[in-house]
């Protein structure tokens, strides 16, 4: 046999060889293969969150929108949440209704909004000389405050979760000086929450406005006074157009805790997946929102003070200690009105005691050691 006709027919067998293994092979697949699964269609769900806040509002209106993103991003869009700004879907004080009632599936909102519904939504915000921004979150997630708040809020259909913190909060912006609590007598002040009912009982016209009120409000003169956030948010609000006395500390929000209530059937209709994702976004949003307001408030009342001529206030010891009074008084009343707020307070009075005394020994005594005149920069 020629070379070239072996080589031709060598090739034809390998051919004919490895066709032969084929069709066994397929004959073998075909008998034992089973019938593919079909694709699983991934469902998508769209949640309406609505908020109390305008739309695109810096750190409050914004941290709305970073946590619906937070929730559609980490679900991988099988969860997308459509936000409302205050007043699109609904008005900003009837979000908890609508949560409630199922006609929104989510809020974003301060809890003390809520207090007309029940006192003790006070807690999950700010009490007068309550809780820090650190101790705020130690207490929710470890020292019984979200067990505390998640039987409050089922009352009304809504499981709760913090999403969000300002840090403590300035005074407020006055159109006249506050040199004694004589000063605070028939002044007409925005103050929502517990806050605004201690000043009531230091004869302040407290009243609750939603945050596009105010500043038409001050600049119409039907009120004298509010305290809003801080300089980062006041800023951005233009107080200082309009008034330029800019009193600290805030006695009525030393920690202000902002909120994410779910509709509890919407929640409870979720997968233990998609309630974690929805558990960790909001967690992930309480951190970012208060780095974002420590960063940016520094930067903002250095505007305000050297750019429109602001003129910074401290509220000076006996103002604070008679409405440390106040406030004393207010709490406990509020603490006997029933038995849920009684028990809620008795919690967090037990936990603000221990928190104080290690915020003695650490944060405080690490400030006031900063303070020292070294030379460090």
Request: one cysteine or more.
């Amino acid at each position: 046999m020629k070379r070239r006709d072996f080589l031709s027919g060598a090739a034809s067998g390998v051919a004919l060889g490895a066709g032969a293994i084929a069709l066994s092979a397929c004959g073998e697949d075909k008998k034992e293969a089973k019938p593919a699964a079909p694709a699983v269609m991934k469902k998508k769900r769209e949640l309406k969150m609505v908020t109390t806040w305008p739309k695109n509002f810096p750190g409050l209106g914004t941290g709305a929108a970073r946590a619906a993103k937070r929730i559609t991003d980490m679900s991988d869009g099988e969860l997308t949440v459509k936000l409302f700004a205050a007043g699109e879907l609904v008005p900003p004080f009837e979000s908890f209704d609508a949560v409630s009632s199922g006609t929104a599936d989510m809020y974003h909102a301060a809890e003390y909004y809520w207090q007309g519904k029940h006192k003790a939504f006070n807690f999950f915000t700010a009490v007068p000389y309550g809780l820090t921004a650190g101790e705020m979150d130690a207490w929710i997630h470890h020292g019984g405050g979200q067990e505390l708040w998640d039987d409050l809020s089922a009352k009304f259909n809504i499981k709760p979760f913090a999403c969000g913190n300002t840090g403590v909060q300035m005074g407020g912006w006055f159109n006249k000086e506050i040199n004694t609590v004589e000063d605070l007598k028939g002044l007409k002040i925005r103050m929502p929450g517990l806050g605004g009912e201690v000043l009531r009982r230091l004869g302040a016209a407290a009243v609750s406005l939603p945050g596009g009120e105010i500043f038409p409000s001050l600049q119409s003169g039907a009120i004298d006074a509010t305290e809003w956030v801080g300089p980062w948010n006041d800023l951005a609000f233009g107080f200082y157009k309009v008034t330029k006395y800019y009193y600290y500390p805030g006695f009525h929000e030393p920690g202000s805790t902002l909120s994410c209530g779910v509709n509890l059937d919407v929640w409870n209709s979720l997968s233990s997946a998609h309630q974690e994702i929805v558990r960790n976004a909001t967690m992930a949003e309480n951190n970012f929102m208060m780095a974002e307001f420590n960063a940016r408030n520094g930067d903002s009342l250095d505007v305000l003070l050297s750019q429109h001529g602001v003129q910074l206030r401290k509220f000076n010891d006996d103002i604070m200690t008679e409405i440390g009074n106040a406030a004393g008084e207010v709490m406990r009343e509020v603490a006997a009105g029933d038995e849920v707020t009684g028990k809620i307070f008795e919690n967090f009075a037990a936990f603000r005691k221990k928190a104080m005394g290690w915020s003695d020994l650490s944060d405080r005594a690490f400030w006031e050691a900063r303070q020292l005149p070294f030379k460090y920069e």
